[in-house]
């Protein structure tokens, strides 16, 4: 598996990363769910992301891999729900730092990102503070941002943040113009989440879910299911934004092995053919004025 720089950081992380959204609830059993992880590991992986607002995904991750801790790059998300303590405040920054070392039972954190405050909250500096005060305590390596538009602006001008996650896709290109190369520029390390869009390829109806409604609006608009024949629509996808020059990782969320096991296949391939890269930007960029990155 190819490893790659996470900006300055240190840290080097699998160009195919495990999210681990979709281990929320029961409809993944714990069995499943305990299997899935090992796999990733197993697999090469060494990104694993996930989140306070992932249901049962980060006391899984305790539960079925505390043993294996040594072997993964770990990354979390803070700044809510935690109990007695008001939300994006410095005190919910530092419970949200213990609580998620508690739940997934480990000493240290690799990778902690603030989940999307707005612009307000982050120019109020007290959460960034919180974050970095945690860093520098040794509860976690990498203080980060997690979002996309003015927020991540914001972000990639304060050097107190090593990373950023956020929306890369063939649906979600905005940051491929500006942000990846300000980001290479600073030396802050860049996770692209929802790097498959959701996968709407595969829904004949509008799904009801926020982004991924956005997102099979915008794969009606582009017109690309006429342009990809269906089997090749999850592979165009990945090796589009996989080997995006300033992508350290891409973390597909998925609940099945299977499809963890195609995805590094398909990772395999490397980059696209430069022109049809090249066409998939062109046939965003008609439309993007209008089109902001989904948080
Ligand atoms: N920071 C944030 O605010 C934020 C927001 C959203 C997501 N994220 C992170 O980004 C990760 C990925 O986001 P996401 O899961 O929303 O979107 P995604 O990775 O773009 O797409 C995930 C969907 O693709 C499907 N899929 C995966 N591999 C497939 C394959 N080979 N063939 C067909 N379908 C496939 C999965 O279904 P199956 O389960 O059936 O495989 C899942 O429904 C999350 O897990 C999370 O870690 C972060």
Same mark, same amino acid.
């Given at each position: 598996?190819?490893?790659?720089?996470?900006?300055?950081?240190?840290?080097?992380? %699998?160009?195919?990363?495990?999210?681990?959204?979709?281990?929320?609830?029961?409809?993944?059993?714990?069995?499943?769910?305990?299997?899935?992880?090992?796999?990733?590991?197993?697999?090469?992986?060494?990104?694993?992301?996930?989140?306070?607002? *992932?249901?049962?995904?980060?006391?899984?991750?305790?539960?079925?891999?505390?043993?294996?801790?040594?072997?993964?790059?770990?990354?979390?998300?803070?700044? *809510?729900?935690?109990?007695?303590?008001?939300?994006?405040?410095?005190?919910?920054?530092?419970?949200?730092?213990?609580?998620?070392?508690?739940?997934?039972?480990?000493?240290?954190?690799?990778?902690?990102?603030?989940? %999307?405050?707005?612009?307000?909250?982050?120019?109020?500096?007290?959460?960034?503070?919180?974050?970095?005060?945690?860093?520098?305590?040794?509860?976690?390596?990498?203080?980060? *941002?997690?979002?996309?538009?003015?927020?991540? +602006?914001?972000?990639?001008?304060?050097?107190?943040?090593?990373?950023?996650?956020?929306?890369?896709?063939?649906?979600?290109?905005?940051?491929?113009?500006?942000?990846?190369?300000?980001?290479?520029?600073?030396?802050?390390?860049?996770?692209?989440?929802?790097?498959?869009?959701? +996968?709407?390829?595969?829904?004949?109806?509008?799904?009801?879910?926020?982004?991924?409604?956005? *997102?099979?609006?915008?794969?009606?608009?582009?017109?690309?299911?006429?342009?990809?024949?269906?089997?090749?629509?999850?592979?165009?996808?990945?090796?589009?934004?996989?080997?995006?020059?300033?992508?350290?990782?891409?973390?597909?969320?998925?609940?099945?092995?299977?499809?963890?096991?195609?995805?590094?296949?398909?990772?395999?391939?490397?980059?696209?053919?430069?022109?049809?890269?090249?066409?998939?930007?062109?046939?965003?960029?008609?439309?993007?004025?209008?089109?902001?990155?989904?948080?």
């Amino acid at each position: 598996m190819e490893l790659r720089d996470i900006g300055c950081t240190g840290l080097r992380v %699998s160009a195919l990363g495990f999210g681990a959204m979709h281990i929320n609830d029961e409809r993944v059993g714990e069995d499943e769910a305990g299997r899935l992880l090992n796999a990733v590991l197993d697999l090469g992986i060494n990104l694993i992301d996930t989140a306070r607002s *992932y249901g049962l995904s980060e006391e899984r991750i305790g539960r079925h891999l505390a043993h294996r801790r040594g072997d993964f790059v770990l990354s979390t998300k803070v700044g *809510y729900g935690v109990d007695g303590v008001p939300d994006w405040t410095y005190d919910c920054i530092v419970g949200g730092v213990e609580r998620a070392l508690r739940l997934m039972r480990t000493d240290w954190l690799d990778i902690v990102h603030l989940h %999307s405050c707005p612009l307000q909250t982050l120019q109020a500096d007290e959460v960034i503070r919180a974050l970095d005060d945690c860093r520098r305590a040794g509860k976690l390596r990498v203080a980060a *941002y997690s979002g996309d538009n003015a927020e991540l +602006a914001a972000a990639l001008d304060d050097s107190r943040f090593g990373a950023v996650q956020t929306s890369i896709s063939v649906c979600d290109q905005i940051n491929l113009s500006e942000n990846l190369p300000r980001a290479a520029e600073r030396g802050m390390g860049v996770i692209a989440k929802r790097p498959l869009a959701g +996968a709407v390829w595969r829904h004949a109806q509008r799904p009801d879910d926020f982004a991924e409604g956005q *997102y099979w609006d915008r794969w009606q608009a582009m017109g690309l299911d006429a342009q990809i024949a269906p089997e090749a629509r999850t592979e165009i996808a990945l090796r589009f934004v996989a080997h995006l020059p300033g992508v350290a990782s891409s973390i597909v969320g998925t609940s099945k092995l299977a499809n963890l096991q195609q995805n590094l296949a398909l990772l395999a391939k490397g980059p696209l053919p430069a022109a049809q890269q090249a066409a998939l930007r062109q046939v965003f960029a008609d439309k993007q004025a209008a089109w902001a990155g989904l948080i």
